[in-house]
């Protein structure tokens, strides 16, 4: 099995996503369309165009994406906020245009990316963490593969996925002080829970078989006040901004471990993986960097605080070796893989699943940040392996070795 580097498979990638924009991003009223995490990781673990066209239009086929007309370019997207999903085909054509323009005035594709990144966030990243990261998703994988429609897609999720009437301040500029606070949900500046707040979590809350909707949103509202308003911990410290994320890696993938795949906890490191990249563009302001690596903590603190804190006391053991970067100890405290286990049986087992687009995705993302920490690769294959062969008990419902974690007693 091949595992090739993004410029080999661009074209192709790039080919294949344009063709998938015929389908709506999201079905089923609020669930994300993963297509993108059919064409990436297959083109580069090597399939052939034609092979991942026909995994991909299986996939699109078995969730009943709908179709999705292109075209309308929006004029004034500031206008086309507060969840406005209907927008999002005239946002794709504004984001487009914004996109292609950077790349020509900058003369490269990633300066391009960058530039418009830079214009950009700073309006949208209240999106950041808005549909379970999707619209970061999206964003992540299109600067790190140079793929100038995954970034449109991305920004244009984020922006329609945006909320901007509950907030009681407005951004400040990137340079100064920022009271940006990105979370699954809109909250205003002092968490008060009112009935728009309330009700945008029911709303949210419906579509996931964690008993009711209204038991999540009580779980919510009872641990986000604690930390939404903590300060995040970002290093002030250039140099030592993406290393802290190095260690974020591995944590979140111990975390998968321990809470057995459990839904928002994956998501939390898919969804790492693609703020990393965002966040790596060094042409970026330092300050708008650590705004995302923020952002997307936030959203993570909230994500998994709305499940309770599955694994918490195991995790909170598990951060202080990987703070002193014990690898092997933190190894020997979770589950064994059997003897001669390989990445490549680990793909080929992804491959087989019927709903493998969350796992597939995850899988080849703990693959992919190997380089970045390669010390770690026991943990992240100890990851992979779960993710791809274990089958957890799943009475509050998830997705093939995916769970949703109980939150009826919180």
Same mark, same amino acid.
């Given at each position: 099995?091949?595992?090739?580097?993004?410029?080999?498979?661009?074209?192709?990638?790039?080919? &294949?996503?344009?063709?998938?924009?015929?389908?709506? %991003? !999201? $079905?089923?009223?609020?669930?994300?369309?993963?297509?993108?995490?059919?064409?990436?990781? #297959?083109?580069?673990?090597?399939?052939?165009?034609? *092979?991942?066209?026909? /995994?991909?239009?299986?996939?699109?086929?078995?969730?009943?994406?709908?179709?999705?007309? %292109?075209?309308?370019?929006?004029?004034?997207?500031?206008? &086309?906020?507060?969840?406005?999903?209907?927008?999002?085909?005239?946002?794709?054509?504004? #984001?487009?245009?914004?996109?292609?323009?950077?790349?020509?005035?900058?003369?490269?594709?990633?300066?391009?990316?960058?530039?418009?990144?830079?214009?950009?966030?700073?309006?949208?990243?209240?999106?950041?963490?808005?549909?379970?990261?999707?619209?970061?998703?999206?964003?992540?994988?299109?600067? !790190?593969?140079? /793929?100038?429609?995954?970034?449109?897609?991305? /920004?244009?999720?984020?922006?329609?996925?945006?909320?901007?009437?509950?907030?009681? $301040? *407005?951004?400040?500029?990137?340079?100064?002080?920022?009271?940006?606070?990105?979370? +699954?949900?809109?909250?205003?500046?002092?968490?008060?829970?009112?009935?728009?707040?309330?009700?945008?979590?029911?709303?949210?809350?419906?579509?996931?078989?964690?008993?009711?909707?209204?038991?999540?949103?009580?779980?919510?509202?009872?641990?986000?006040?604690? #930390?939404?308003?903590?300060?995040?911990?970002?290093?002030?410290? *250039?140099?030592?901004?993406?290393?802290?994320?190095?260690?974020? #890696?591995?944590? +979140?993938?111990?975390? +998968?471990?321990?809470?057995?795949?459990?839904?928002?906890?994956?998501?939390?490191?898919?969804?790492?993986?693609?703020? $990393?990249?965002?966040?790596?563009?060094?042409? /970026?302001?330092?300050?708008?960097?650590?705004?995302?690596?923020?952002?997307?903590?936030?959203? %993570?603190?909230?994500? $998994?605080?709305?499940?309770?804190?599955?694994?918490?006391?195991?995790?909170?053991?598990?951060?202080?070796?990987?703070?002193?970067?014990?690898?092997?100890?933190?190894?020997?405290?979770?589950?064994?893989?059997?003897?001669?286990?390989?990445?490549?049986?680990?793909?080929?087992?992804?491959?087989?699943?019927?709903?493998?687009?969350?796992?597939?995705?995850?899988?080849? +993302?703990?693959? *992919?940040?190997?380089?970045?920490?390669?010390?770690?690769?026991?943990?992240?294959?100890?990851?992979?392996?779960?993710?791809?062969?274990?089958?957890?008990?799943?009475?509050?419902?998830?997705?093939?070795?995916?769970?949703?974690?109980?939150?009826?007693?919180?």
């Amino acid at each position: 099995m091949k595992h090739l580097k993004a410029p080999a498979v661009s074209k192709t990638v790039e080919k &294949l996503l344009q063709e998938q924009r015929r389908c709506s %991003l !999201e $079905y089923n009223v609020t669930l994300s369309n993963h297509a993108t995490w059919i064409v990436v990781p #297959f083109s580069r673990l090597g399939k052939a165009e034609g *092979e991942v066209r026909t /995994l991909t239009n299986q996939y699109t086929q078995r969730v009943g994406t709908e179709a999705m007309e %292109l075209g309308a370019v929006a004029s004034d997207p500031e206008q &086309l906020v507060n969840n406005m999903m209907e927008h999002y085909p005239e946002l794709v054509g504004y #984001f487009d245009q914004e996109v292609h323009k950077a790349i020509e005035a900058e003369g490269t594709v990633a300066k391009g990316i960058e530039a418009v990144c830079a214009k950009h966030l700073p309006r949208v990243s209240r999106g950041l963490s808005a549909a379970a990261f999707h619209p970061l998703l999206e964003l992540g994988v299109g600067v !790190e593969g140079g /793929l100038p429609t995954a970034v449109a897609n991305g /920004l244009a999720y984020m922006h329609a996925r945006t909320w901007r009437d509950f907030d009681t $301040y *407005e951004m400040q500029p990137v340079d100064g002080p920022s009271p940006l606070v990105a979370t +699954m949900l809109a909250w205003n500046a002092d968490i008060t829970a009112r009935k728009e707040d309330i009700d945008t979590i029911r709303r949210v809350s419906d579509p996931f078989p964690t008993n009711v909707g209204q038991q999540r949103m009580i779980a919510m509202l009872k641990h986000l006040p604690a #930390f939404v308003n903590a300060p995040v911990q970002v290093p002030k410290d *250039e140099a030592l901004l993406l290393p802290a994320l190095h260690d974020m #890696f591995v944590t +979140m993938a111990t975390a +998968m471990v321990v809470t057995e795949n459990e839904f928002l906890v994956v998501h939390g490191f898919t969804s790492l993986w693609a703020a $990393y990249h965002v966040v790596a563009q060094n042409g /970026l302001p330092y300050g708008l960097r650590t705004e995302v690596a923020a952002a997307w903590l936030r959203g %993570l603190y909230s994500a $998994y605080g709305s499940q309770g804190f599955p694994g918490i006391a195991e995790l909170s053991d598990a951060a202080k070796l990987v703070a002193e970067r014990d690898y092997a100890a933190l190894a020997k405290c979770l589950p064994s893989v059997p003897e001669g286990v390989t990445w490549e049986a680990c793909f080929a087992a992804v491959e087989l699943m019927t709903d493998e687009e969350h796992c597939l995705k995850a899988v080849w +993302m703990l693959h *992919e940040v190997i380089p970045l920490c390669p010390e770690a690769e026991p943990i992240f294959l100890i990851a992979a392996y779960r993710l791809a062969t274990f089958m957890p008990a799943n009475p509050n419902g998830g997705q093939g070795t995916l769970r949703f974690a109980d939150v009826s007693s919180l």
